[in-house]
């Protein structure tokens, strides 16, 4: 199959799309989560993340978490202020109460009936160093780096059982 | 209800998830797409974003997308070599021959059975300039600026129905 990658692209500087485009921002992907305690530890303390803001909304609570880069809204006003104006964010939605009910609340999207979203992934500078740093956190795993074909990713849960891809920033396709 | 943000925040600069974790990046979000031709046509031609390369997996087409930003991967070899080392990157997997079933294929999470992903967000300089924009490209609608309670976001779907929430990147929570 031949995909046009050139001709499908938004590169043409003149198109109507580039201008009215200009300056979007693919900013956050939010899923919901069952104890927001065990997300929030999860995501800060093992995966690293910080948490930017918190937003009530009555009977639910957002939390938005990114990594830090450096020399971008390092202070925590500037990350509660800046938290729609860069990449990379992650949104929890937290429905109150979820966390007393049996069981798995959601679907992590890939069994059926549900199937559609896959994954998060976060890029790594040293796969091997990464995975033996979640192995030393006790992570649970879908596919740790020696399982199945693909020897150059893994694959780790959230306490939801969202999965999570580990990528070498490096990888080559 | 008090969260505790900074307490929960892995800002201590000599924790231990903090070396270990360094230079991760929250690189992509992968959903499932029934039909990569309309997918494609949706997110660069009207979304305004690249195809920074593609992947055959022999059943399977991955796609991977992202926002052009000022001197980032500016050449077509550099949006492919540097996918994985950027935020704001959204991969689509295309299962040979869905497009060929009846009616919805996936799941957009947001409807039992299945509810746990939520939506992905695009933040823009001028929401009410997007709106218009996406009005104009006869996008459909979940929620436009002046529907429900909430007057300051808007939700688009895309082909398969996935929720795109828009926000302006000034937006103050």
Redesign the interface.
């Given at each position: 199959?031949a995909?046009h990658?050139?001709a499908?692209?938004?590169?043409s500087p003149n198109?109507t799309?580039?201008m009215?485009?200009?300056?979007?921002?693919?900013?956050?992907?939010?899923?919901?989560v069952k104890d927001y305690k065990k997300s929030?530890?999860f995501y800060?303390?093992?995966?690293?993340?910080?948490?930017l803001?918190?937003?009530?909304g009555g009977d639910f609570?957002l939390?938005f978490l990114?990594?830090?880069k450096p020399g971008v809204n390092e202070t925590?006003e500037e990350k509660k202020?800046g938290k729609?104006?860069?990449?990379?964010?992650?949104?929890l939605?937290y429905n109150h109460g979820t966390e007393k009910e049996e069981g798995d609340v959601?679907?992590?999207?890939n069994s059926d009936?549900?199937?559609?979203?896959?994954?998060?992934?976060?890029?790594?500078?040293d796969i091997k160093?990464?995975c033996e740093?979640f192995e030393s956190q006790g992570v649970n795993w879908k596919k740790r780096l020696t399982d199945g074909k693909m020897k150059n990713i893994a694959f780790i849960l959230d306490p939801?059982n969202?999965w999570i891809?580990i990528?070498?920033?490096?990888?080559?396709?």
């Open positions: 199959m995909y990658v050139h499908l692209s938004s590169s198109s799309s580039t009215a485009t200009q300056g979007f921002q693919f900013n956050h992907t939010m899923y919901r929030l530890d800060t303390r093992i995966m690293g993340m910080s948490l803001d918190t937003h009530e609570t939390f990114a990594f830090d925590a202020a729609f104006s860069r990449e990379g964010i992650l949104e939605t959601y679907s992590n999207g009936p549900g199937r559609g979203f896959g994954h998060i992934a976060i890029t790594v500078p160093a990464a740093y939801d969202y891809e990528v070498e920033s490096k990888l080559r396709l």
